[in-house]
T-cell receptor
């Protein structure tokens, strides 16, 4: 079974600081995808960043970057120059596709607050 | 990337009744996914809906409680049947998009 663990239920930083959210996962597979999603109070799920397991290079999207450590099964999200609009729940997710079936498994989430 | 219109956005329902949630996608997609997000919790996959076949349900979810329809490649419904207060949650639909998965805006259901 695939599990995703986010060990930080809540985090809080000052605006413009850098913050890192942790995520570990458990799988015996070699090919898979990892995602970070953001859920603001509006409850809309917004894709932040995606990482393919076969790629060694860490994904980057503007202020958002990941530290993907495949051997350690770790997938942390770094937010640089944090902004008030980054305040949200952040979910790490693991996806595996096998024989046409897909399943996206989410971690428990980290509530991030950016303070002015 | 696909855009999903999900309705209703919220509802308050009496126990014992049923609510049908709709998701309309602006493009044709093979699979649609339905999730439940209980208060303060993460998202849990309820079922995967393929057009032209029965939905595939995850462990702990059954068709009698959560019947799903998928009449075409752009539309799906999830019904929450015989509701109890424990069904109070946010329900979201999702489809695979180019970079990842796109989600509907969610339906906040409160059962009283």
């Amino acid at each position: 079974a695939q599990t995703v663990t986010q060990s930080q239920p809540e985090m809080s930083v000052q605006e413009a600081e850098t913050v890192t959210l942790s995520c570990t996962y458990d799988t015996s597979e070699n090919n898979y995808y990892l995602f970070w999603y953001k859920q603001p109070p509006s409850r809309q799920m917004i894709l932040v960043i995606r990482q393919e397991a076969y790629k060694q290079q860490n994904a980057t999207e503007n202020r958002f970057s990941v530290n993907f450590q495949k051997a350690a099964k770790s997938f942390s999200l770094k937010i640089s120059d944090s902004q008030l609009g980054d305040t949200a729940m952040y979910f790490c997710a693991f996806m595996k596709q096998i024989q046409g079936a897909q399943k996206l498994v989410f971690g428990q989430g980290t509530r991030l607050t950016i303070n002015p | 990337s696909a855009v999903i219109s999900q309705k209703p956005s919220r509802d308050i329902c009496q126990r014992g009744t049923s609510l049908t949630i709709q998701c309309q996608v602006d493009s044709q997609v093979t699979m649609m996914f339905w999730y439940r997000q209980q208060p303060g919790q993460s998202l849990t996959l309820i079922a995967t809906a393929n057009q032209g076949s029965e939905a595939t349900y995850e462990s702990g979810f059954v068709i009698d409680k959560f019947p799903i329809s998928r009449p075409n490649l752009t539309f799906s419904t999830l019904t929450v049947s015989n509701m109890s207060p424990e069904d109070s949650s946010i329900y979201l639909c999702s489809v695979e998009a180019r970079r990842g998965y796109t989600f509907g805006s969610g339906t906040r259901l409160t059962v009283v």
